[in-house]
């Protein structure tokens, strides 16, 4: 009421549209981007019809609905080694690393036509201390930027303070918004759980413990996130275990059945020879298989 009393023109039909989950866009539409801005704090998903005219079909749809998917995968970079006084250089040699990362396409509009919007999904710059303000103001479709988060902390595995800082403002962040949980929030999850900060591994059993319990999680979402990211030992599978065997089980017999498709999920992913510490994985399951009085599941993990 106070924007119909307070506002005109655009600036009333645009809050509106923003506040109001059941109105819709009255035109005209002077500036563009404020509208589709408005659209995606909204809601998440594709534009509305009304939009059409605006040209952001040329967008890549994972900008907008925030649906992006992610990969790790092993790369080849040059590395430098020892001091050659011969050469006076470095030697450099071919070296492979797992490296994890986004896959999005790139837009075929412009930046400098549509500013704010394109500030929006790209440009926006986040510090821990900006992080939490940026996520809440666009509550309905944080995806993007929860994936960007991810990634800044996940592929240098929090080596220093300020990546450390952005892991646990986004954890922080995550467990307060209570959302559904979408494929960037299963990264992020997994790269919580998985964190070798333990203040990030809590708050990561915290969103796992409150999320089992009233039935939000998907133990195979979740699982196959966290057995993608160990199929190539980008962290170390004993950060999971420990905490698992330290505050995971025995919570509840829904938290333990849940624990055991979590598992079975994570060795679905992994290849044929184990990697370190996957016999510690094992006897967890071994023992959640003994209190559940559930079997093994053979079908999906005959290895």
């Not at 594709?46 to 952001?56: A, K, N, R, V």
């Not at 990546?163 to 790269?191: G, T, W």
Request: glycine content about 4%.
């Amino acid at each position: 009421e106070q924007t119909r009393r307070q506002l005109t023109g655009e600036y009333q039909a645009l809050m509106i549209f923003l506040l109001d989950k059941s109105s819709h866009p009255v035109e005209p539409f002077p500036h563009p981007s404020w509208w589709m801005t408005a659209a995606i704090t909204r809601m998440s998903g594709q534009p509305l019809p009304e939009f059409d005219q605006f040209g952001y079909n040329l967008i890549p749809a994972e900008y907008i609905s925030g649906n992006h998917k992610w990969d790790v995968s092993i790369q080849n970079y040059l590395a430098y080694g020892d001091y050659n006084p011969k050469t006076d250089s470095y030697d450099r040699y071919r070296s492979k690393k797992p490296e994890i990362r986004l896959l999005t396409s790139r837009s075929k509009t412009q930046s400098k036509d549509n500013p704010l919007f394109y500030r929006y999904l790209w440009k926006a710059d986040f510090s821990s201390e900006t992080l939490k303000h940026t996520l809440l103001a666009i509550p309905n479709n944080p995806d993007y930027l929860i994936g960007r988060a991810t990634l800044c902390f996940a592929e240098c595995d929090m080596w220093e303070v300020p990546e450390q800082n952005i892991a646990l403002s986004l954890a922080q962040v995550i467990y307060d918004l209570k959302q559904p949980f979408r494929d960037m929030h299963y990264f992020a999850l997994a790269c919580f759980m998985l964190a070798k900060l333990k203040s990030v591994q809590d708050y990561g059993q915290a969103i796992w413990s409150e999320n089992v319990s009233t039935g939000v999680l998907d133990a195979v979402c979740l699982g196959k996130a966290i057995g993608r990211i160990e199929a190539l030992e980008f962290f170390p599978l004993k950060r999971l275990t420990d905490l698992m065997a330290q505050g995971m089980i025995g919570i509840s017999r829904q938290h333990n059945n849940f624990l055991v498709i979590l598992i079975e999920s994570i060795l679905a992913e992994l290849g044929e020879k184990p990697i370190r510490n996957q016999k510690k994985l094992m006897e967890i399951y071994s023992e959640l298989l003994a209190q559940t009085q559930n079997k093994p599941n053979i079908n999906s993990i005959t290895k």
